[in-house]
């Protein structure tokens, strides 16, 4: 079979990579074509790699909008190349901005189209729940909860798992011990807490503010905030100012194996804090219009996946306008050492990674997609 595969993202890259490791064990005659970056590369062949996220990837409306000559002029070339290489099936990865245009296109010029890592249309912009119905042949969801949103809206998504578990569980055997990472990054023998602040400038500049102002609140704690690589230590240390914080850069679950706690900004965090078994604060500042009207705009009643696949408020969700930081205490209290949520909630986060599903999950997924094609094939002759 001819693949091809579209990622627009690092973790697009990430799980991108996994599932054509797991196509060419399902499918030891496979061939490649992709859009991605290094990992996939690196396991589909360099020559195959078409363009790089790096070059893709436009965060925010203003470079959207700055861009919006470029992004043209790449589908206009991702197209070209998918109708040259006619493979026998595009699955898009996540990037739905991007793919989901090319999934329209895919279906209107007779191209097979699997859509892995479905946008999350249950959070924002629901009406994409109409053009995956018309455009997408098989959906391939990575949340639990998932399955009944789409069944609801008309689809049959396929589930196998989450692939975050086999991204920890590869990850797991190298993270440093607690005396390791302290010795490698200078700090104190305090217990840690872990701040994952966000990955966008945006998140960082409304979240770590109050953050710093939390983390006085806790002396006998070390506070280490996770910087991402592609945003600048200044830009941290700027709201870090008249705190005790400590900066790490592209440490993200090294910092977090080592915590006793941790205080999150929502997102994929969340759910990676939790499948490492960290109790959690989840806190995310936004406008004061935001908070107001997230119950009417919103049509899922939380906001982190922690709650989402739970189906049940697990980690509490602080969110706010203002720098208030009340209620971020008094739940943070509860889930350090000797808090009274604490012990709830890591047999709460066993559960959650129970029903992601165990390792292996990219191989689930490959078999799925090629007994699919198969059968599909097959039927055609």
């Not at 690092?10 to 290094?38: C, T, V």
């Not at 409306?61 to 000559?69: A, S």
């Not at 990472?181 to 770590?208: K, T, V, Y």
């Not at 503010?209 to 996770?226: C, T």
Request: glycine share 6%; aromatic share 10%.
């Amino acid at each position: 079979m001819r693949y091809y595969l579209i990622a627009g993202e690092p973790s697009g890259d990430l799980h991108g990579s996994n599932l054509i490791r797991g196509l060419k064990r399902e499918d030891p005659a496979a061939k490649f074509r992709f859009w991605g970056g290094d990992l996939m590369a690196e396991a589909g062949g360099k020559e195959n790699l078409r363009k790089h996220y790096r070059e893709t990837s436009f965060f925010g409306i203003v470079q959207v909008l700055k861009n919006l000559g470029t992004i043209r002029r790449q589908m206009e070339e991702c197209r070209r190349d998918v109708a040259q290489y006619r493979p026998d099936v595009l699955i898009l990865i996540d990037y739905p901005g991007f793919n989901m245009k090319m999934a329209e296109w895919a279906h209107k010029n007779g191209i097979r189209t699997f859509y892995y890592i479905a946008p999350k249309v249950w959070a924002w912009r629901e009406w994409r729940v109409k053009s995956i119905r018309k455009y997408v042949d098989r959906l391939f969801i990575i949340f639990p909860f998932e399955k009944e949103y789409f069944s609801k809206k008309g689809l049959q998504p396929i589930f196998e798992g989450n692939p975050l578990v086999d991204a920890i569980e590869a990850r797991r055997p190298g993270l440093p011990s607690a005396e390791e990472f302290r010795q490698r990054n200078s700090l104190d023998n305090r217990p840690i807490i872990a701040l994952l602040a966000g990955s966008r400038r945006g998140e960082i500049r409304d979240n770590l503010p109050l953050m710093a102002l939390l983390s006085r609140k806790f002396p006998d704690h070390q506070f280490v905030v996770a910087g991402v690589p592609w945003i600048e230590r200044p830009l941290y240390e700027q709201y870090m100012q008249g705190s005790d914080i400590r900066y790490v850069c592209n440490q993200t679950y090294e910092t977090l194996a080592v915590a006793e706690a941790a205080v999150v900004t929502s997102g994929t965090a969340t759910l990676e804090c939790a499948l490492l078994g960290i109790p959690e604060v989840v806190v995310y500042r936004t406008l004061w219009f935001q908070v107001k009207l997230q119950p009417y705009v919103l049509s899922v009643k939380w906001v982190s996946l922690v709650n989402l696949n739970l189906q049940r408020e697990s980690v509490a969700e602080i969110i706010q306008s203002d720098l208030d930081i009340t209620r971020a205490e008094r739940e943070l209290r509860a889930i350090v050492k000797g808090g009274e949520k604490r012990q709830r909630m890591i047999d709460d986060f066993a559960e959650l990674k129970r029903i992601m599903g165990g390792t292996g999950v990219a191989d689930r997924f490959a078999r799925r997609m090629t007994s699919i094609l198969r059968e599909e094939t097959a039927c055609k002759n």
